[in-house]
């Protein structure tokens, strides 16, 4: 008996986890429709795949992570001539909060964000320059923005990450 309510327990978390990343997804999407520039829109996107990342663990985070480009080229957010570049986006994405979850377990969470980041920054960059054709303003909103915007997403999960902790005082434990 207590095995099956193990068992009922933890389907019920999947189911829960599940929903959680599937409104993630729409919530970054319905962000993305506002049509705010990529100084605002790109770190707002960022936050949502680390806090997925820190919330829901890294499949989910990197499952939410490889959709988004998918759903906001679906939608007409993310402009034609970038097509060629969902792929990329979508490995990017996965690899910035899969690296972010393994590295911030090693090393701390702002050491995870800046490996996730940098990661994405050199797979996009080596994509605009080696593999894929995009005009001109496409190649430079692919390459340095994408570091600035996955950095500031990253730091603002973490800066309201330990802000919700309860500060603990000399003395205390754990």
Not at 69 to 80: E, Q, S, T
Not at 92 to 119: I, K, Q
Not at 155 to 162: D, I, R
Request: hydrophobic share 55%; glycine share 10%.
């Amino acid at each position: 008996m207590r095995t099956e309510g193990l068992a009922r327990s933890r389907t019920m978390k999947a189911e829960i986890r599940f929903a959680a990343a599937v409104l993630l997804l729409l919530g970054i999407t319905l962000f993305q429709m506002a049509g705010l520039p990529q100084p605002v829109t790109g770190p707002a996107v960022n936050a949502a795949l680390f806090t997925a990342a820190l919330w829901l663990g890294p499949w989910y985070a990197v499952a939410v992570g490889m959709c988004t480009p998918v759903v906001a080229f679906a939608r007409g957010i993310l402009p034609a001539p970038l097509a060629p570049m969902i792929p990329f986006i979508a490995l990017g994405n996965g690899l910035m909060v899969g690296l972010f979850a393994l590295a911030g377990r090693r090393f701390g969470t702002a050491l995870g964000v800046v490996a996730g980041s940098v990661a994405k920054f050199i797979l996009l960059a080596t994509a605009v320059n080696v593999f894929v054709q995009i005009p001109q303003p496409a190649m430079v909103m692919m390459q340095w923005p994408q570091l600035l915007t996955a950095l500031g997403g990253g730091f603002l999960v973490v800066a309201v990450h330990y802000g919700w902790q309860k500060p603990r005082r000399h003395g205390d434990s754990k």
